[in-house]
């Protein structure tokens, strides 16, 4: 084996568990609603507002997450009955976006 | 209106040319930009124009950009394979010739996407449901398939495994454009590292025509429309796993008419994402995402002129890609090529930086190491495509 194959190997290796130790460690910062955009498409954000405009349909939990000032629409793939209108509320999800509008697919919400 | 639409049409031409000649510039970045800007500008324009500007500037990126991917080995993520054919056929002379062919590749799919609009909206609406439950298990046939034809199997299965772990834990870290280290590193400056260290010179380049037959072209052009559809209608799916996929699907084009088959997947599929966003309201990529915000309605009307706008631009990038390839052909012989390796390398780094950071330079460091790998081995850099098609079959399996 070349010493360049073998330096790669070692770096590729070593490399790829250090990033893997920090992708398992690393915290998700908090973004304000009104910084998610289109950049965000398909990537995972942590954001915080109140809750509105409650839905519940079969299977799904529909609501609006706004801070004052803009708002955003979450989709939870739970009918839960926990999520009400003006609950403080974080969530962790995917942006993706539906009917030209960006949303939620919300992974974790947790009542503040 | 006509006039305003021309002139529009024109500066969208020239800002595709800058995204797509510039290495690390995405027009859905530029996209983005725009869209911010949108109060502002809407003052002086109206939104369809916005529209028509950003479409002007997508199509002509998507032709153009494999220009810096072959010459500069600086691929963007939608021409991360072309670089493997493209840099081989620069090597012996024809880096014209390669992106003649990927020229053919988009003018083609984008006249062949354009005639099936209509069928294709038919189509899609039907489709779509059913392919999304067994993607994952085509992804695994069709890597299960690259593996066995490959020479080097334990080789090939290992650097699959180690880029899908890496693709996984750089996705776990919530970079802003964990795209942009990662493939660069892989596909990028590994190949830039390795021209500097073997001393690679750029022979003078021949202005031919590489030939293409009749049967792999159609295979070929065929595949790029398949191949663009896929990405225009699964989530997760890019240019380069599709292009994987599609050449399997082909069989044996060669390398000239993988270069015609990853020339088209990109041109395909933005046309094709107009398809996808009218009949199943679903915006695939950044650009129509934003042209989604900038209309209130997506009427016919808006559909007929947009696909109108890019069979134009299609047919004036095509041009204008002939004209800067080239100037690249006539320049690139008369630089040192391992200080144009050195500099790209020093720019990519720069834009890793400024987009994903400190933890985008580690990521682009392993990348490179793990990209480096293969022709060391004598193996394909195609299976460190593992990076983006393991998270994609563990998201539709789990």
Redesign the interface.
């Known amino acids: 084996m070349?010493k360049?194959?073998y330096?790669?190997?070692l770096?590729?290796?070593v490399?790829?568990l250090?990033?893997?130790f920090?992708?398992?460690n690393?915290e998700?910062s908090l973004l304000k609603i009104d910084e998610i955009?289109?950049?965000?498409?398909?990537?995972?954000i942590r954001t915080r507002g109140t809750s509105g405009r409650v839905g519940l349909a079969n299977k799904l939990t529909i609501f609006d997450l706004n801070d004052g000032i803009n708002s955003i629409k979450v989709i939870a793939f739970d009918n839960s009955t926990l999520i009400q209108d003006g609950l403080e509320l974080e969530v962790y999800g995917l942006i993706v976006?539906?009917?030209?509008e960006l949303e939620i697919q919300a992974e974790e919400i947790k009542i503040i | 209106m006509l006039t305003e639409t021309l002139l529009t049409i024109i500066v969208g031409v020239a800002a595709g040319c800058f995204t797509g000649l510039v290495p690390g510039v995405h027009v859905?970045?530029i996209?983005?930009i725009l869209?911010?800007l949108s109060a502002w500008l809407l003052k002086f324009t109206s939104p369809l124009l916005l529209s028509v500007f950003i479409i002007s500037m997508a199509v002509t990126h998507s032709i153009l950009d494999s220009i810096p991917s072959i010459f500069l080995g600086a691929p963007d993520s939608d021409q991360v394979l072309n670089v493997l054919p493209g840099h081989r056929l620069l090597t012996k002379g024809d880096g014209y010739g390669a992106v003649r062919l990927t020229l053919i590749g988009s003018l083609g799919g984008l006249i062949i996407a354009v005639a099936l609009t209509y069928p294709l909206v038919l189509i899609i609406e039907r489709i779509f449901p059913f392919l999304q439950k067994y993607i994952p298990y085509f992804l695994i046939f069709i890597i299960a398939l690259i593996i066995i034809r490959e020479k080097q199997k334990v080789w090939a299965i290992i650097l699959f495994v180690?880029a899908g772990?890496?693709g996984?834990?750089?996705?776990?870290?919530?970079l802003?454009n964990p795209l942009l280290p990662l493939l660069s590193g892989l596909f990028g400056t590994s190949g830039l590292l390795l021209s500097i260290?073997n001393k690679i010179n750029i022979p003078k380049q021949k202005f031919r025509k590489l030939k293409v037959k009749t049967i792999p072209l159609i295979k070929s052009i065929g595949s790029s429309v398949f191949a663009g559809g896929l990405v225009s209608l699964l989530?997760?799916v890019g240019s380069a796993q599709a292009s994987i996929i599609a050449s399997q699907v082909a069989g044996k084009i060669g390398d000239r008419g993988f270069l015609i088959l990853v020339g088209g997947v990109n041109t395909v599929n933005f046309i094709l994402s107009f398809v996808s966003f009218f009949a199943l309201?679903?915006?695939r990529n950044?650009a129509i995402?934003?042209i989604?915000?900038l209309l209130e309605t997506f009427t016919l009307q808006n559909f007929i002129l947009f696909i109108g706008v890019s069979l134009l631009v299609g047919g004036l990038s095509v041009i204008l890609a002939l004209i800067f390839s080239r100037i690249f052909s006539k320049y690139i012989v008369k630089v040192n090529y391992s200080i144009l390796c050195l500099s790209i390398i020093i720019f990519v780094v720069l834009l890793v930086f400024i987009f994903s950071s400190w933890?985008g330079l580690?990521?682009l460091?392993?990348s490179t190491?793990?990209g480096?790998?293969p022709p060391?081995?004598n193996c394909g850099r195609n299976h460190l495509m593992g990076c983006l098609i393991l998270p994609v079959i563990l998201f539709f399996l789990l």
């Open positions: 070349s360049l194959l330096f790669a190997v770096t590729s290796v490399g790829i250090i990033i893997l920090i992708s398992e690393k998700i955009d289109e950049s965000y498409l398909d990537h995972y976006s539906y009917k030209g | 859905n970045l996209a983005v869209l911010g180690m772990v890496l996984l834990g750089v996705f776990g870290l919530h802003k260290v989530p997760g309201d679903k915006a950044g995402v934003v989604s915000k933890l580690f990521v460091l392993v190491a793990l480096i790998i060391l081995v």
